[in-house]
């Protein structure tokens, strides 16, 4: 810990010849944090954005309905977005955040006491619950233990039994630092002919996510997490077996404007298999936000010239070296070895160290903000993301360092600096 140190300051002298003022002696105490603004965003989400997306951001208002708008930013910006999520089918951005996409589609999808087969491993695993249940699904979860490994064997028994018109799953399971086998889930729903529905809110643009490949129908996610752009947009894609689904409800879905299949009605064209003519100017079910918008398409811009496969790899040594980091303190991964996240570490903190003190001491004295684990895992985990531009050694290692520094303050021993040299290490050894 920086302890007070006493400095002696001398006042310059006033002018030549004359008598020096008295040298005073004050206490001082170092807060590294304190000369910068802000701290470093290492929580999962909403992460660190990079500067020409924050530059998009600062322009002057514009029309969220002129056509200049939409040919020149809005559409560009999902078809763009077509690629990130790997699929041909449409994607859709509203305003909003991850729970906007899921509930959006939920609700359009599900009609009251259809059959919702929710897998269940974590916190927002429990999110999707609730939401089934909010629009009256006759859901049944399947549990699983947090950061364990998910039965696929069972799952498919479970599914058979069941034959639900929708599974849904958490690809990263944020809360635990889990990434859980999407592909094979998709094969388990496709086997019922039941929708896949796929929250991909800490994944998307981070780790490789196979809308089409894997038979997602609805890929639902949020702008502020490994898509690197700010928070507030909602984004989903929809299957046209999704759309379908829609077009054969037996009453209309109970919102006016997170309805997606008006959303086909009013945004798609014909060409693409909406109801809008070619060439016609399209409807907006809600305004959309032409900043967050403008801000988006600069952030896809910058993921596609990146590369997918070259983004996926960052993530995967960032994630891997911060792994090493913390392991070389002395501390333990709270996953199950085989499901480890690549965009969220959720590790153990040591037996008699609270997590939200070491949250509060690396902010407050060292300027990185992390995040404690979340519900029943609160008090006994830490949770940093590497997300976005912040899957880099310039800012693991720096995390790695304040992690360490305020494990130190708290009264945890490790050798000075293994968490950084192991992670140096990862860096080196990808190459
Ligand atoms: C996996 C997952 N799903 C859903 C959500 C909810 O998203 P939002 O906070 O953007 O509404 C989060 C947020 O952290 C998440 O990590």
């Not at 404690?372 to 720096?398: E, F, Q």
């Amino acid at each position: 810990m920086s302890e007070p140190a006493r400095i002696s300051i001398r006042p310059p002298s006033v002018c030549a010849g004359l008598k020096a003022p008295a040298t005073k002696e004050i206490w001082v105490t170092i807060n590294w944090a304190k000369c910068h603004t802000r701290p470093v965003l290492m929580i999962p989400g909403p992460t660190e954005l990079p500067y020409p997306v924050i530059h998009a951001m600062s322009q002057p208002p514009t029309i969220q309905y002129d056509k200049s708008f939409d040919e020149g930013v809005l559409e560009p910006t999902t078809l763009a977005l077509r690629e990130v999520f790997q699929t041909k089918s449409e994607v859709l951005i509203m305003p909003g955040s991850g729970r906007t996409a899921l509930e959006a589609g939920a609700l359009s999808v599900i009609e009251p006491g259809d059959r919702v087969l929710v897998v269940g491993a974590g916190q927002f695993g429990i999110l999707m619950r609730e939401i089934m249940n909010r629009v009256g699904a006759d859901w049944t979860e399947f549990p699983v233990e947090w950061g364990a490994r998910l039965d696929l064997d069972r799952l498919a028994r479970e599914a058979e039994r069941l034959r639900p018109k929708a599974i849904t799953l958490v690809h990263n399971e944020t809360s635990t630092g889990t990434t859980y086998p999407a592909a094979d889930v998709g094969r388990i729903a496709k086997s019922v002919d039941a929708l896949f529905l796929l929250d991909t809110v800490s994944s998307i643009a981070g780790i490789d996510v196979r809308t089409d490949e894997w038979g997602v129908d609805l890929n639902m996610t949020g702008s502020q997490k490994c898509l690197a752009a700010p928070l507030g947009m909602s984004l989903i894609s929809v299957s046209p077996r999704a759309f379908e689904t829609m077009e054969r409800r037996k009453r209309k879905a109970g919102s006016y404007v997170y309805d997606l299949l008006r959303w086909k009605e009013w945004w798609i064209p014909v060409s693409r298999g909406g109801n809008v003519p070619d060439g016609a100017a399209r409807r907006q079910p809600v305004s959309i936000p032409t900043h967050l918008t403008g801000a988006m398409n600069v952030a896809v811009r910058l993921i596609l010239e990146e590369g997918l496969p070259e983004r996926f790899r960052r993530h995967a040594v960032s994630g891997a070296a911060m792994r090493r980091g913390i392991t070389a303190m002395g501390l333990e991964m709270f996953p199950d070895a085989s499901l480890l996240s690549n965009t969220v570490s959720c590790l153990k903190t040591p037996t008699g160290i609270d997590p939200a003190a070491v949250v509060t001491r690396m902010r407050e004295q060292y300027g990185i903000l992390i995040g404690t684990g979340l519900d029943k895992m609160r008090t006994s985990t830490l949770r940093i993301g590497t997300m976005g531009i912040t899957a880099s050694p310039l800012y693991v290692l720096p995390t790695l360092s304040a992690l360490e520094l305020a494990l130190r303050d708290l009264g945890h021993k490790c050798e000075p600096g293994a968490g950084v040299a192991a992670a140096q290490a990862a860096f080196a050894d990808a190459g």
